[in-house]
Nanobody, 125 residues
Framework: QVQLVESGGGSVQAGGSLRLSCAASGYTYSSYCMGWFRQAPGKEREGVAAIYTGGGSTYYADSVKGRFTISQDNAKNTLYLQMNSLKPEDTAMYYC??????????????????WGQGTQVTVSS
């Protein structure tokens, strides 16, 4: 059973930076697609960024391109999301997700079976 634990959230002023981490354990497949999602109050959960752990291909939502960077440390089984130039609209609960087989769009929450508990990011203006 894959377990995902996020950390690194917090409060920051607009223009600031945060780095989220997701520690993964319990892998049974050689590679996964891993993603970061976020959900603001009253809104649906949306995909932010994703990466294939095998080949390293990355994908980003248009709203974060050029500001956020997804990366991985395979030796530590840890996924990261570096968030720069943060905006108040980035405020949300951020979730890490993983799945060994993605058949549709990698930023669709419906494609992922394993989820962390989330870490809150709050950006003030």
């Amino acid at each position: 059973q894959v377990q995902l634990v996020e950390s690194g959230g917090g409060s920051v002023q607009a223009g600031g930076s945060l780095r989220l981490s997701c520690a993964a354990s319990g892998y049974t497949y050689s590679s996964y697609c891993m993603g970061w999602f976020r959900q603001a109050p009253g809104k649906e959960r949306e995909g932010v960024a994703a990466i294939y752990t095998g080949g390293g291909s990355t994908y980003y939502a248009d709203s974060v391109k050029g500001r956020f960077t997804i990366s991985q440390d395979n030796a530590k089984n840890t996924l990261y999301l570096q968030m720069n130039s943060l905006k108040p609209e980035d405020t949300a609960m951020y979730y890490c997700a993983a799945d060994p087989l993605i058949e549709g769009w990698v930023l669709s929450r419906y494609e992922y079976n394993y989820w962390g508990q989330g870490t809150q990011v709050t950006v003030s203006s």
